[in-house]
């Protein structure tokens, strides 16, 4: 074995011989030569050599079998195949060897160029240590591929430490960012840890200091600074001073001076049905949130543009909708507000109610989104009118009685064109009347004339009535 190598015995059970020997020849199988796959980003032989192609493809029936995992990904042999597709060869000789992972077919392609053939370069090596290592999330994972790479590259753990130090480094810092932006969608620290696969004490140091506030009970981000360098430090996350800037609405935003919120174009999203306009969520965040310690509550999360804002902004954040739509499933929970009962059923903060400062529902206009989400007949669309207050109310007033020191927004429109008889229906009135909470501001976020259909228009002319462009957002203050 060259330069002393030793295969990593966790691995030589699995290795049937290659060259020589019965078992080789009796284990070998048939695939078609176009059915292997080559992935350069998992074979390590940076080198070839054309001269060793010619030389094979002078008579195939003398190579011994190429390896291939289950997927028919090329693990050794690069050579030899090369030289069957000079030949034009229709079938090769194989030995499947079944593989992990993407790491475990990577090392299993070291281990065997490192056996025969052309040897890999220190920067061969060094490229291919970082990219197994890297692959690996479990801590106790990467100290025993630690141990092996040093044996498959032949190479002193002071210099494969040396190789990997930066590496650790990075991925400290990326396991940083995903516990930290896990943290703003209000998981637990046990789920965080879980998540990014971190000890818990690890995630409670690298949070520490982030939500704590002032004695006076304001909300406080002392801890939080902007910087425009690394830091590492165990005791607290950093934002840049860019993102800081974007927290404190401090760039791309303009300040609201009045409570008529006009706009001409929406703002680029995703595409759902019914959903709201961004800038109005960014105003209501600057008015009345504070980034990194206040939670903004959406349940009818639609195409998740309250999640892409408070990233932007820094706000923690809980969003949910009972059916999320697949593009962002793994962002949006899942929770009907409406139990079978037709009750409102409010999402499990546990301790977490103290920290929430705004409740941001958009629901639907009644029979405006009538069967535009489902067929359930405890679908706000999908209710009478006296169901549809009474839930929407109950939602409200469900909220308020959970919270302290917070504001209740809810936008809605009034429905005409598609209530019975195209009778006005003014939602706003009826919940200023169910509700008994101060109103702390109304803010008017009219369409444009452009929503009205022609024959719309013509109905109006003929009836001698309006049509409705009017829209409001009611924000109640929970004292």
Known sequence: MTHEMKIDKEFAALIPPL???????????????????????????????AVTVQKYAEDLSVLPPVEINQHNQLIDGWHRWTAHKKREAATIRVIVTETKSDAHLLELAIERNAIHGLQLSQADKKKMAVKIYTSITERGERVKVKERLVKILSVSEKLLDAWLSRCEKDMKDSAKRDAFDLWLSCHTQDEIAERVGWPRQSITDWLKGIAEKPENGESGNTHVSGSD????????FALSKAEMAAAEHATDFQTPFYNVWKQQERTSSSKHFGNSEVRWLDNLLYLYTKPLTDIVIDPFAGGGSTIDLCRTRFRRYLVSDRKPIIEREKDIRVHDLIGSDGKPMLPDLRKRWQDVRLVYLDPPYWKQAEGQYSTDPTDLANMDLDAFNAALAGIINGFAKKMSNAYIALIIQPTQWKSPGRQFTDHVGDMLRAIKLPVEMRYSVPYESQQCTPQMVEWAKSERKVLVLSREIVVWNVK
């Open 229 to 236: 360098d690394d830091d590492s430090s165990e005791s607290a």
């Open 19 to 49: 060259s020589g020997g019965k078992k080789g020849d009796e284990m070998a199988e048939t695939r078609n030569v176009s059915e292997i796959v080559y992935r350069d980003d998992l074979y390590p032989r940076i080198e070839t050599s």
